[in-house]
């Protein structure tokens, strides 16, 4: 038997296995009928996005949608797999062949918040829709989902077992390394993925989401085996709480497209710092970095780095440490983009205008774009400048050690998949000019002789160390050192 089909059997997760009450399985042409209430809302706001500008008599049709939901808060992204059908070419001075339809395959990709819709990817093409033995169209590349209430996979398969569940990674990496796959290949994954369903309390709403998330848990397993094998650190890469999120999952919810995008405001160059840095330099312990926080299902790097920035300049200069607004930005702050991303640059620029920030318990976080409710008045916290830091890290050290935290924006390869230690991807893998996350550089210092930046990251304190990445320093790691930047305090 497959390794694939032992796995299954053992989570009780086949097809059919547990079918939902009063629901026969869809097969043959069935298969292409709507079957998920849910998936229709997000599915006929691309198509209507699709059919934006045509005429009534030239817009296409939705005909079937499968699709997959991420949640998180009060967001959702769908995942979605549509057949569009387009409508009939009846002018032959038009039409280049004479067919009566045309049908698509198109990969939407919808962000709902509280409601809202966003296409955030659109991917259309033609599709043979001759159906094949498991009711699924050529092409398609995604299980039809059958949404029903109550489906969680079942506690008892998933014991907690929190002490060994570092050392039953540590024992599956190098089976992963043989080709073919060992004969206990599906009881290792099986153990693994019961422990980070229970270590991060996971729950899927049905069979197909939960077979399609282990099948996801495990190559993400392999990818962090194979970034593990190639990082020239001391990192640890494997299970977090991103492991059941696919690459493309991972970057639409939670990085920032927009910081390799758009160059943003142009900021001074800040003076450099004549001293040589000392050896090593943290704020955490000198008062000037608040507690980790978590951006949630958005991509508010941006808003984080800068505001982590901000506390530590008012601290230095005026001695209270302040956790401040990350919403403010969100809400306020037109230029940039709140969840779909933004640049540090354009935020100081903002933080100008409307004349200060807020603290966090003043304007609290919600990890959506609201309406802009700043009040000048309750705004405890204002920035006279920004400024522009050196690219070189020796200079980067110096200014931080004497000026404060700085901003800086990253290539978040291997983040996925981080746990401790100092990441060192090689360079192609970890392009500056790939740079797609916005972080804070609270430190510096050596761990065994290896240099590494402190960074302070914004995906909660169950993430990394205690909500830490740690970087080489000295190579230009990742694009550490292409776009430090700082607000000023006077």
């Known amino acids: 038997m497959a390794p694939w089909l032992q796995l299954l059997l053992l989570l009780g997760l086949l097809l059919g296995a547990a079918p939902a009450p009063n629901k026969p399985r869809a097969v043959g042409a069935q298969a292409w009928e709507l079957a998920s209430p849910e998936l ?7 198509l209507e996005i699709y059919n934006r500008g045509r005429a009534a008599g030239a817009r296409a049709a939705l005909k079937a949608v499968s699709g997959r939901v991420r949640r998180a808060g009060q967001g959702s992204l769908y995942s979605l797999k549509a057949t569009l059908v387009e409508p009939p070419c009846n002018d032959p001075t038009v039409c280049q062949l004479p067919v009566s339809k045309e049908t698509l395959l198109c990969s939407f990709e919808v962000l709902d918040e509280l409601g809202k819709h966003m296409l955030l990817r659109r991917d259309c093409g033609p599709v043979d829709t001759k159906i094949t033995g498991a009711g699924q169209p050529r092409g398609a590349g995604m299980a039809q989902i059958r949404l029903h209430s109550g489906f969680n996979l079942d506690s008892s398969l998933f014991q907690p077992n929190p002490d060994d569940r570092n050392d039953t990674f540590s024992s599956f990496l190098p089976l992963l390394n043989k080709d073919p796959l060992p004969q206990d290949f599906s009881v290792k994954m099986t153990s693994i993925f019961k422990d980070f369903v229970t270590a991060y309390n ?11 998330r282990m099948s996801v848990f495990a190559s993400n ?9 190639l990082d020239r650190g001391t990192a640890q890469y494997g299970v977090t709480k991103f492991s059941d999120l696919t690459e493309e999952e991972f970057r639409t919810i939670y990085l920032n497209p927009l910081l390799k995008e758009e160059p943003g405001q142009k900021m001074p160059l800040a003076k450099s710092i004549s001293d040589l840095p000392p050896p090593e330099w ?22 984080f780095s800068v505001t982590g920035n901000v506390e530590g300049q008012w601290f230095l200069k005026r001695g209270a440490l302040l956790s401040l607004s990350e919403q403010e930005l969100l809400d306020c702050d037109k230029v940039d983009k709140a969840c779909l991303g933004g640049l540090p640059s354009n935020a100081y620029s903002a933080i100008k205008i409307l004349g200060g920030l807020e603290t966090e318990d003043d304007y609290s976080y919600r990890g959506h774009l609201q309406t802009c409710n700043f009040s000048a008045e309750k705004a405890k916290v204002y920035i006279n400048d920004s400024v522009e830091l050196s690219k070189n890290e020796q200079k980067l050290a110096a200014w931080l050690a004497k000026k404060g935290p700085v901003s800086v924006a990253i290539n978040a390869f291997g983040m996925q998949f981080y746990r401790h230690g100092i990441s060192h991807p090689l360079r192609p893998l970890c392009s500056p000019w790939l740079i797609d996350h916005a972080v804070l550089l609270v430190g510096f210092g050596n761990r065994s002789a290896v240099p590494f930046w402190a960074i302070k990251n914004s995906w909660g304190t169950d993430w990394g160390e205690e909500g830490y990445y740690y970087l080489h320093r000295g190579s230009g790691a990742c694009g550490v050192n292409t776009m430090a930047s700082s607000a000023v305090v006077n």
């Open 40 to 46: 229709l809302g997000p599915a006929r706001f691309a």
């Open 202 to 212: 996971r729950t899927y709403e049905t069979e197909e989401e939960a077979r399609w």
């Open 221 to 229: 397993m392999v990818r962090a085996q194979k970034i593990q094998a």
């Open 282 to 303: 943290d704020w955490r312990s000198k008062g000037a970095v608040t507690k980790v926080k978590d951006q949630g299902m958005c991509g508010s790097c941006w808003a």
